[in-house]
Protein backbone atom coordinates (compact mmCIF):
# COMPACT_ATOMS: atom_id res chain seq x y z
CA UNK A 1 0.00 0.00 0.00
CA UNK A 2 1.19 3.27 -0.98
CA UNK A 3 1.23 6.78 1.31
CA UNK A 4 -1.15 8.08 -0.53
CA UNK A 5 -3.52 4.71 0.09
CA UNK A 6 -2.15 4.74 3.54
CA UNK A 7 -3.22 8.23 4.24
CA UNK A 8 -6.86 7.60 3.06
CA UNK A 9 -7.36 4.42 4.74
CA UNK A 10 -6.35 5.81 8.53
CA UNK A 11 -8.88 9.05 7.31
CA UNK A 12 -11.61 6.30 7.25
CA UNK A 13 -10.71 4.95 10.14
CA UNK A 14 -11.01 8.00 12.02
CA UNK A 15 -14.27 8.98 10.22
CA UNK A 16 -15.73 5.15 11.88
CA UNK A 17 -14.11 5.85 15.08
CA UNK A 18 -15.47 9.49 15.31
CA UNK A 19 -18.51 7.99 14.55
CA UNK A 20 -18.55 5.76 17.51
CA UNK A 21 -17.15 7.99 19.26
CA UNK A 22 -20.16 10.24 18.84
CA UNK A 23 -22.82 7.69 20.31
CA UNK A 24 -22.36 7.23 23.87
CA UNK A 25 -21.35 10.63 24.98
CA UNK A 26 -24.11 11.68 23.29
CA UNK A 27 -26.78 9.55 24.46
CA UNK A 28 -25.41 9.79 28.28
CA UNK A 29 -25.14 13.72 28.44
CA UNK A 30 -28.69 14.13 26.60
CA UNK A 31 -30.19 11.79 29.49
CA UNK A 32 -28.71 13.33 32.10
CA UNK A 33 -31.29 16.11 30.61
CA UNK A 34 -34.31 13.46 30.44
CA UNK A 35 -33.56 11.83 34.14
CA UNK A 36 -35.90 14.36 35.96
CA UNK A 37 -38.84 13.79 33.21
CA UNK A 38 -37.90 9.65 33.42
CA UNK A 39 -38.17 10.14 36.94
CA UNK A 40 -41.63 11.36 36.93
CA UNK A 41 -42.46 8.78 34.20
CA UNK A 42 -41.72 5.66 35.40
CA UNK A 43 -41.83 6.82 39.58
CA UNK A 44 -38.15 6.32 40.34
CA UNK A 45 -36.09 7.37 43.80
CA UNK A 46 -33.07 9.20 44.20
CA UNK A 47 -31.48 6.03 44.30
CA UNK A 48 -32.92 4.41 41.03
CA UNK A 49 -32.67 7.71 38.98
CA UNK A 50 -28.72 7.16 39.46
CA UNK A 51 -28.89 3.42 38.59
CA UNK A 52 -30.18 4.62 34.95
CA UNK A 53 -26.97 6.06 34.26
CA UNK A 54 -24.75 4.33 36.44
CA UNK A 55 -25.64 0.74 35.57
CA UNK A 56 -24.60 1.25 31.90
CA UNK A 57 -20.96 2.53 33.01
CA UNK A 58 -20.52 -0.41 35.57
CA UNK A 59 -20.98 -2.75 32.64
CA UNK A 60 -19.40 -1.51 30.15
CA UNK A 61 -16.49 -1.24 32.91
CA UNK A 62 -16.50 -5.00 33.56
CA UNK A 63 -16.82 -6.09 30.20
CA UNK A 64 -14.39 -4.16 28.74
CA UNK A 65 -10.54 -5.70 29.29
CA UNK A 66 -12.18 -9.32 28.72
CA UNK A 67 -13.59 -8.28 25.24
CA UNK A 68 -10.31 -6.79 24.80
CA UNK A 69 -8.48 -10.25 24.60
CA UNK A 70 -11.67 -11.84 23.33
CA UNK A 71 -10.98 -9.19 19.93
CA UNK A 72 -7.25 -10.56 19.89
CA UNK A 73 -8.55 -13.82 19.68
CA UNK A 74 -11.40 -13.55 17.09
CA UNK A 75 -10.30 -10.06 15.39
CA UNK A 76 -10.89 -6.40 16.50
CA UNK A 77 -13.23 -5.41 13.25
CA UNK A 78 -15.66 -8.47 14.30
CA UNK A 79 -15.95 -7.38 18.00
CA UNK A 80 -16.28 -3.59 17.43
CA UNK A 81 -19.38 -4.43 14.75
CA UNK A 82 -20.95 -6.71 17.10
CA UNK A 83 -20.97 -3.81 19.79
CA UNK A 84 -22.43 -1.81 17.74
CA UNK A 85 -25.44 -4.37 16.61
CA UNK A 86 -25.85 -5.02 20.82
CA UNK A 87 -25.95 -1.21 21.11
CA UNK A 88 -28.25 -0.38 18.56
CA UNK A 89 -30.55 -3.24 19.41
CA UNK A 90 -30.70 -2.68 23.18
CA UNK A 91 -31.03 1.68 22.56
CA UNK A 92 -34.32 0.42 20.52
CA UNK A 93 -35.38 -1.45 23.68
CA UNK A 94 -34.67 1.11 26.18
CA UNK A 95 -36.49 3.79 24.10
CA UNK A 96 -39.79 1.33 24.51
CA UNK A 97 -39.34 1.23 28.17
CA UNK A 98 -41.89 1.19 30.37
CA UNK A 99 -40.66 0.67 33.78
CA UNK A 100 -37.67 1.84 35.62
CA UNK A 101 -36.32 -1.67 36.33
CA UNK A 102 -36.55 -2.77 32.21
CA UNK A 103 -35.21 0.79 31.57
CA UNK A 104 -32.29 -0.54 33.84
CA UNK A 105 -31.98 -3.52 32.24
CA UNK A 106 -32.02 -2.28 28.87
CA UNK A 107 -29.05 0.40 29.92
CA UNK A 108 -26.90 -2.63 31.51
CA UNK A 109 -26.85 -4.93 27.92
CA UNK A 110 -26.02 -1.41 26.04
CA UNK A 111 -23.28 -1.09 28.31
CA UNK A 112 -22.22 -4.79 27.02
CA UNK A 113 -21.96 -3.78 23.72
CA UNK A 114 -20.26 -0.60 24.23
CA UNK A 115 -18.13 -2.10 25.86
CA UNK A 116 -17.29 -4.29 22.61
CA UNK A 117 -17.04 -1.02 20.70
CA UNK A 118 -14.55 0.74 23.82
CA UNK A 119 -12.47 -2.35 23.80
CA UNK A 120 -11.39 -2.31 20.07
CA UNK A 121 -12.03 1.39 18.72
CA UNK A 122 -8.63 3.52 19.97
CA UNK A 123 -6.39 -0.22 19.09
CA UNK A 124 -7.76 0.28 15.55
CA UNK A 125 -7.29 4.01 15.05
CA UNK A 126 -4.07 3.76 16.72
CA UNK A 127 -2.71 1.29 14.61
CA UNK A 128 -3.65 2.99 11.30
CA UNK A 129 -2.49 6.28 12.00
CA UNK A 130 1.08 6.87 12.02
CA UNK A 131 2.83 8.00 14.78
CA UNK A 132 3.44 11.55 13.53
CA UNK A 133 -0.16 11.94 13.21
CA UNK A 134 -1.56 10.15 16.51
CA UNK A 135 -1.90 13.27 18.40
CA UNK A 136 -3.84 14.63 15.46
CA UNK A 137 -5.80 11.82 15.19
CA UNK A 138 -6.44 11.52 19.05
CA UNK A 139 -7.43 15.14 19.11
CA UNK A 140 -10.20 15.29 16.48
CA UNK A 141 -11.64 12.03 18.53
CA UNK A 142 -11.38 13.60 21.20
CA UNK A 143 -13.17 16.93 19.80
CA UNK A 144 -15.80 14.37 18.58
CA UNK A 145 -16.47 13.19 21.91
CA UNK A 146 -17.17 16.68 23.12
CA UNK A 147 -18.81 17.80 20.58
CA UNK A 148 -21.28 14.98 20.79
CA UNK A 149 -21.35 16.10 24.60
CA UNK A 150 -22.20 19.09 23.60
CA UNK A 151 -24.98 18.35 21.21
CA UNK A 152 -26.35 15.94 24.21
CA UNK A 153 -27.50 18.63 26.45
CA UNK A 154 -28.71 20.81 24.12
CA UNK A 155 -30.67 18.31 21.73
CA UNK A 156 -31.54 15.83 24.71
CA UNK A 157 -33.21 19.05 26.37
CA UNK A 158 -34.81 19.79 23.26
CA UNK A 159 -35.52 16.57 22.51
CA UNK A 160 -37.21 15.52 26.20
CA UNK A 161 -39.13 18.87 26.12
CA UNK A 162 -41.18 18.81 23.21
CA UNK A 163 -40.68 15.05 21.85
CA UNK A 164 -40.21 12.66 24.87
CA UNK A 165 -36.96 11.59 26.26
CA UNK A 166 -37.60 8.18 24.42
CA UNK A 167 -36.57 9.82 21.08
CA UNK A 168 -32.86 10.35 22.51
CA UNK A 169 -32.69 6.16 22.38
CA UNK A 170 -34.35 6.45 18.71
CA UNK A 171 -31.67 8.93 17.36
CA UNK A 172 -28.76 6.66 19.30
CA UNK A 173 -29.90 3.67 17.35
CA UNK A 174 -30.08 5.48 14.35
CA UNK A 175 -26.76 6.98 14.22
CA UNK A 176 -25.09 3.05 15.72
CA UNK A 177 -27.15 1.81 12.30
CA UNK A 178 -25.58 4.30 9.88
CA UNK A 179 -21.82 3.09 12.27
CA UNK A 180 -22.94 -0.34 11.55
CA UNK A 181 -23.47 0.08 7.96
CA UNK A 182 -19.69 2.51 7.52
CA UNK A 183 -17.81 -0.32 9.23
CA UNK A 184 -18.54 -2.86 6.14
CA UNK A 185 -16.80 -0.38 3.99
CA UNK A 186 -13.91 1.09 6.10
CA UNK A 187 -12.77 -1.35 8.53
CA UNK A 188 -10.80 -3.83 7.22
CA UNK A 189 -10.78 -7.63 8.35
CA UNK A 190 -7.85 -8.11 11.18
CA UNK A 191 -6.46 -11.74 11.63
CA UNK A 192 -8.17 -14.16 13.94
CA UNK A 193 -5.75 -16.13 16.48
CA UNK A 194 -8.01 -18.61 18.03
CA UNK A 195 -4.49 -20.92 19.33
CA UNK A 196 -4.84 -17.99 21.94
CA UNK A 197 -6.41 -19.39 25.15
CA UNK A 198 -8.90 -17.09 27.33
CA UNK A 199 -8.35 -16.96 30.53
CA UNK A 200 -11.88 -17.61 31.75
CA UNK A 201 -10.56 -17.31 35.93
CA UNK A 202 -8.98 -14.21 35.62
CA UNK A 203 -11.89 -12.62 33.46
CA UNK A 204 -14.25 -14.07 36.41
CA UNK A 205 -12.73 -12.39 39.01
CA UNK A 206 -11.65 -8.93 37.28
CA UNK A 207 -15.84 -8.86 36.29
CA UNK A 208 -17.18 -10.22 40.03
CA UNK A 209 -14.22 -8.09 41.93
CA UNK A 210 -15.34 -4.77 39.87
CA UNK A 211 -18.90 -5.35 40.15
CA UNK A 212 -18.41 -5.63 43.76
CA UNK A 213 -16.66 -3.35 44.37
CA UNK A 214 -18.73 -0.37 42.16
CA UNK A 215 -21.88 -1.77 43.61
CA UNK A 216 -20.69 -1.51 46.98
CA UNK A 217 -19.07 2.09 46.71
CA UNK A 218 -22.17 2.96 45.28
CA UNK A 219 -24.33 2.16 48.40
CA UNK A 220 -22.48 3.72 51.45
CA UNK A 221 -22.22 4.10 54.09
CA UNK A 222 -24.67 1.07 54.58
CA UNK A 223 -23.48 -1.89 56.74
CA UNK A 224 -23.54 -4.72 53.59
CA UNK A 225 -22.05 -1.99 50.96
CA UNK A 226 -19.12 -1.45 53.05
CA UNK A 227 -18.93 -5.20 52.86
CA UNK A 228 -19.07 -5.45 49.41
CA UNK A 229 -16.13 -3.25 48.96
CA UNK A 230 -13.68 -4.97 51.14
CA UNK A 231 -15.20 -8.32 48.87
CA UNK A 232 -14.07 -6.48 45.82
CA UNK A 233 -11.15 -5.08 47.04
CA UNK A 234 -9.93 -8.65 47.76
CA UNK A 235 -10.98 -10.26 44.86
CA UNK A 236 -9.71 -7.65 42.67
CA UNK A 237 -6.24 -8.50 44.94
CA UNK A 238 -6.61 -12.73 44.22
CA UNK A 239 -7.15 -11.71 40.42
CA UNK A 240 -3.73 -9.33 40.50
CA UNK A 241 -1.85 -12.40 42.11
CA UNK A 242 -3.33 -14.83 39.27
CA UNK A 243 -2.79 -13.34 36.89
CA UNK A 244 1.07 -12.31 37.11
CA UNK A 245 1.52 -16.25 37.04
CA UNK A 246 -0.57 -16.04 33.25
CA UNK A 247 1.35 -16.16 30.28
CA UNK A 248 -1.46 -14.64 28.45
CA UNK A 249 -3.71 -13.40 31.28
CA UNK A 250 -6.48 -11.19 30.23
CA UNK A 251 -5.49 -8.32 32.73
CA UNK A 252 -1.33 -7.88 31.87
CA UNK A 253 -0.92 -6.27 35.01
CA UNK A 254 2.60 -6.95 34.36
CA UNK A 255 2.44 -3.96 32.17
CA UNK A 256 1.26 -1.92 35.04
CA UNK A 257 4.70 -2.78 37.35
CA UNK A 258 6.99 -2.17 34.70
CA UNK A 259 5.49 0.82 32.53
CA UNK A 260 5.44 3.33 34.99
CA UNK A 261 4.17 6.51 32.50
CA UNK A 262 1.57 3.96 31.43
CA UNK A 263 0.25 3.04 35.23
CA UNK A 264 0.17 6.97 36.20
CA UNK A 265 -1.22 8.18 33.28
CA UNK A 266 -3.89 5.73 33.41
CA UNK A 267 -4.40 5.97 37.24
CA UNK A 268 -4.90 9.76 36.19
CA UNK A 269 -7.64 9.10 33.89
CA UNK A 270 -9.26 7.03 36.20
CA UNK A 271 -9.39 10.26 39.01
CA UNK A 272 -9.96 12.49 36.54
CA UNK A 273 -13.34 10.76 35.82
CA UNK A 274 -13.54 10.01 39.29
CA UNK A 275 -14.10 13.78 40.17
CA UNK A 276 -15.58 15.14 36.57
CA UNK A 277 -18.49 12.90 35.56
CA UNK A 278 -21.36 13.66 38.01
CA UNK A 279 -20.98 17.38 37.59
CA UNK A 280 -23.38 17.16 34.57
CA UNK A 281 -25.73 15.06 36.39
CA UNK A 282 -26.06 17.16 39.40
CA UNK A 283 -26.20 20.35 37.21
CA UNK A 284 -28.95 18.90 35.35
CA UNK A 285 -30.85 18.56 38.81
CA UNK A 286 -29.83 21.71 39.99
CA UNK A 287 -31.14 23.91 36.89
CA UNK A 288 -34.43 21.86 36.62
CA UNK A 289 -35.03 21.43 39.93
CA UNK A 290 -33.92 23.80 42.48
CA UNK A 291 -33.80 26.77 39.81
CA UNK A 292 -37.46 25.72 38.10
CA UNK A 293 -35.50 26.01 33.97
CA UNK A 294 -36.84 23.78 31.20
CA UNK A 295 -35.00 20.82 30.16
CA UNK A 296 -33.97 22.94 26.96
CA UNK A 297 -33.01 26.34 29.33
CA UNK A 298 -30.50 23.69 31.27
CA UNK A 299 -29.15 21.94 28.29
CA UNK A 300 -28.82 25.78 26.65
CA UNK A 301 -26.29 26.11 30.12
CA UNK A 302 -24.57 23.25 29.75
CA UNK A 303 -23.40 23.27 26.38
CA UNK A 304 -21.11 25.87 26.92
CA UNK A 305 -18.72 23.65 28.82
CA UNK A 306 -19.16 20.43 26.29
CA UNK A 307 -18.21 23.24 23.29
CA UNK A 308 -14.83 24.80 25.20
CA UNK A 309 -13.88 21.30 26.16
CA UNK A 310 -14.55 20.34 22.23
CA UNK A 311 -12.35 23.44 20.90
CA UNK A 312 -9.48 23.29 23.36
CA UNK A 313 -9.35 18.85 23.26
CA UNK A 314 -9.09 19.60 19.18
CA UNK A 315 -5.70 22.37 20.32
CA UNK A 316 -4.40 20.23 22.89
CA UNK A 317 -4.02 17.13 20.76
CA UNK A 318 -2.29 18.93 18.43
CA UNK A 319 -0.02 21.13 21.02
CA UNK A 320 0.81 17.42 22.62
CA UNK A 321 2.65 16.11 19.15
CA UNK A 322 5.33 19.16 20.02
CA UNK A 323 5.06 20.00 23.68
CA UNK A 324 5.45 17.67 26.46
CA UNK A 325 1.86 15.95 26.46
CA UNK A 326 2.34 14.94 30.49
CA UNK A 327 2.74 18.74 31.16
CA UNK A 328 -0.59 19.74 29.10
CA UNK A 329 -2.05 16.57 31.40
CA UNK A 330 -1.25 17.62 34.48
CA UNK A 331 -2.26 21.83 33.86
CA UNK A 332 -5.69 20.19 33.13
CA UNK A 333 -6.15 18.62 35.91
CA UNK A 334 -5.10 21.71 38.15
CA UNK A 335 -7.81 24.09 36.15
CA UNK A 336 -10.11 21.36 36.46
CA UNK A 337 -9.24 21.09 40.60
CA UNK A 338 -10.05 25.45 40.76
CA UNK A 339 -13.45 24.43 39.07
CA UNK A 340 -14.26 22.02 41.23
CA UNK A 341 -13.61 23.81 44.25
CA UNK A 342 -15.39 27.04 42.70
CA UNK A 343 -18.37 24.82 42.52
CA UNK A 344 -18.56 24.21 46.21
CA UNK A 345 -19.69 27.51 46.94
CA UNK A 346 -22.93 27.77 44.70
CA UNK A 347 -25.98 28.07 45.98
CA UNK A 348 -29.88 28.48 45.28
CA UNK A 349 -29.43 32.28 44.23
CA UNK A 350 -26.14 31.84 42.48
CA UNK A 351 -25.78 33.82 39.07
CA UNK A 352 -26.02 32.09 35.95
CA UNK A 353 -23.01 34.03 34.85
CA UNK A 354 -20.85 33.14 37.82
CA UNK A 355 -21.91 29.37 37.21
CA UNK A 356 -21.33 29.14 33.54
CA UNK A 357 -17.80 31.00 34.00
CA UNK A 358 -17.24 28.04 36.20
CA UNK A 359 -18.29 25.32 34.32
CA UNK A 360 -16.37 27.25 30.97
CA UNK A 361 -13.70 26.73 33.13
CA UNK A 362 -13.89 22.95 33.91
CA UNK A 363 -14.39 22.36 30.15
CA UNK A 364 -11.16 24.11 29.03
CA UNK A 365 -9.50 21.84 32.36
CA UNK A 366 -11.36 18.74 30.81
CA UNK A 367 -10.04 19.74 27.37
CA UNK A 368 -6.45 20.33 28.17
CA UNK A 369 -6.15 16.76 30.01
CA UNK A 370 -8.05 14.46 28.38
CA UNK A 371 -5.91 14.23 24.72
CA UNK A 372 -2.07 14.37 25.38
CA UNK A 373 -3.03 12.08 28.53
CA UNK A 374 -4.50 9.64 25.72
CA UNK A 375 -1.66 10.34 23.93
CA UNK A 376 1.22 9.72 26.78
CA UNK A 377 -0.75 6.58 27.38
CA UNK A 378 -0.97 5.26 23.77
CA UNK A 379 2.78 6.58 23.01
CA UNK A 380 3.89 4.51 25.92
CA UNK A 381 3.47 0.99 24.55
CA UNK A 382 4.61 -1.04 21.91
CA UNK A 383 1.85 -1.56 19.06
CA UNK A 384 1.50 -5.17 20.19
CA UNK A 385 -0.07 -3.85 23.48
CA UNK A 386 -2.35 -1.24 21.57
CA UNK A 387 -5.19 -3.13 22.46
CA UNK A 388 -4.72 -3.86 25.79
CA UNK A 389 -3.78 -0.27 26.62
CA UNK A 390 -6.37 0.93 24.57
CA UNK A 391 -9.06 -1.20 26.51
CA UNK A 392 -7.66 -0.30 29.85
CA UNK A 393 -7.78 3.31 29.07
CA UNK A 394 -11.19 2.72 28.97
CA UNK A 395 -11.92 0.69 31.83
CA UNK A 396 -10.48 3.51 34.15
CA UNK A 397 -12.42 6.05 32.26
CA UNK A 398 -15.88 3.88 32.56
CA UNK A 399 -14.94 2.94 36.22
CA UNK A 400 -14.05 6.42 37.14
CA UNK A 401 -17.14 7.72 36.08
CA UNK A 402 -19.23 5.05 37.83
CA UNK A 403 -17.50 5.56 40.66
CA UNK A 404 -18.28 9.50 39.96
CA UNK A 405 -21.97 8.66 39.78
CA UNK A 406 -21.64 6.48 43.14
CA UNK A 407 -19.94 9.82 44.78
CA UNK A 408 -22.97 11.29 43.49
CA UNK A 409 -25.89 8.88 44.47
CA UNK A 410 -24.50 8.49 47.99
CA UNK A 411 -24.12 11.92 48.77
CA UNK A 412 -27.67 12.48 47.66
CA UNK A 413 -29.29 9.31 49.03
CA UNK A 414 -27.60 10.74 53.05
CA UNK A 415 -29.03 13.92 52.49
CA UNK A 416 -32.21 13.43 50.22
CA UNK A 417 -32.89 9.42 50.88
CA UNK A 418 -35.23 7.00 48.92
CA UNK A 419 -37.16 9.95 47.56
CA UNK A 420 -38.08 11.64 44.15
CA UNK A 421 -35.76 14.86 43.75
CA UNK A 422 -37.97 17.43 43.72
CA UNK A 423 -38.36 20.97 44.56
CA UNK A 424 -39.84 20.23 47.95
CA UNK A 425 -36.17 18.84 48.68
CA UNK A 426 -34.07 21.14 47.16
CA UNK A 427 -32.14 22.24 50.26
CA UNK A 428 -31.43 18.64 51.18
CA UNK A 429 -30.14 18.05 47.53
CA UNK A 430 -28.18 21.32 47.67
CA UNK A 431 -26.56 20.05 50.30
CA UNK A 432 -25.70 16.11 49.06
CA UNK A 433 -24.44 18.70 46.27
CA UNK A 434 -22.28 20.11 47.66
CA UNK A 435 -20.19 17.12 49.58
CA UNK A 436 -20.30 15.41 45.99
CA UNK A 437 -17.91 18.50 45.24
CA UNK A 438 -15.93 18.76 48.37
CA UNK A 439 -15.13 15.11 47.55
CA UNK A 440 -14.22 15.08 43.83
CA UNK A 441 -12.49 18.43 44.76
CA UNK A 442 -10.35 16.62 46.96
CA UNK A 443 -9.84 13.37 44.55
CA UNK A 444 -8.98 16.06 41.17
CA UNK A 445 -5.94 17.09 43.76
CA UNK A 446 -4.87 13.80 44.03
CA UNK A 447 -5.07 13.20 40.48
CA UNK A 448 -2.99 16.50 39.56
CA UNK A 449 -0.05 15.12 41.81
CA UNK A 450 -0.21 11.52 40.05
CA UNK A 451 -0.22 13.30 36.84
CA UNK A 452 2.73 15.60 38.13
CA UNK A 453 4.95 12.59 39.14
CA UNK A 454 4.21 9.92 36.31
CA UNK A 455 7.74 11.13 34.45
CA UNK A 456 11.27 10.61 36.00
CA UNK A 457 13.66 12.75 34.74
CA UNK A 458 15.27 12.21 31.21
CA UNK A 459 11.87 10.45 29.90
CA UNK A 460 10.29 12.48 27.09
CA UNK A 461 6.25 12.24 27.57
Same mark, same amino acid.
Given at each position: ?????????S???? %???????????????A =????????????? =????????? +? $??Y??????????????? &???????????????FT???????????????????????? #?????????????????????R??????N???????????P??? #????????????????A???????????????? &???N????F &?????????????????? %?? #????????I????????????????????? +????????????? %?????????????? $??????????????????? +?? &?A????????????????????????? +?????? $?????????? =?????????????????? /???????G %???????N?????????????????????????T????????????????????Q?T??????????????? /????????????????????????
Open positions: MNNAQSEENNAVL %FVICMAAFLVPFSSS =LNLALPMINRDLS =LNAAASGWV +P $TVLLSTAIFQIPFARIA &DIFGRRKIFMLGIAIAFSVMSGFATHGAELIVYRFFCGI #GSAMVFSTNMALLTASVPPRKGWALGITAVVYFSLSAGFLG #GILTQYIGWESIFFITLVSAIVYLSSFKFLKK &DKEKKIP &DYVGASLYAFGLFALIYG %FS #GLPKLLNFLVFIGILILYVMVLYEKRQDK +PVFDVILFMKNRI %FTYSSFSALINYSA $TTSIVFLMSFYFQEVRGLT +PR &DGLILIISSLVQAVVSLQSGRLSDKV +PASKLA $TLGMLIISIG =LILLCFIGETTSYISILL /ILILIGA %FGTFSSPMNVIMSSVEKKDYGLASATTGTMRLGQAFSMGIAMMAISFTVGNVIKAVQHEFMAGMRICF /IVCSALCLLGVYASSIRNKKGEKN
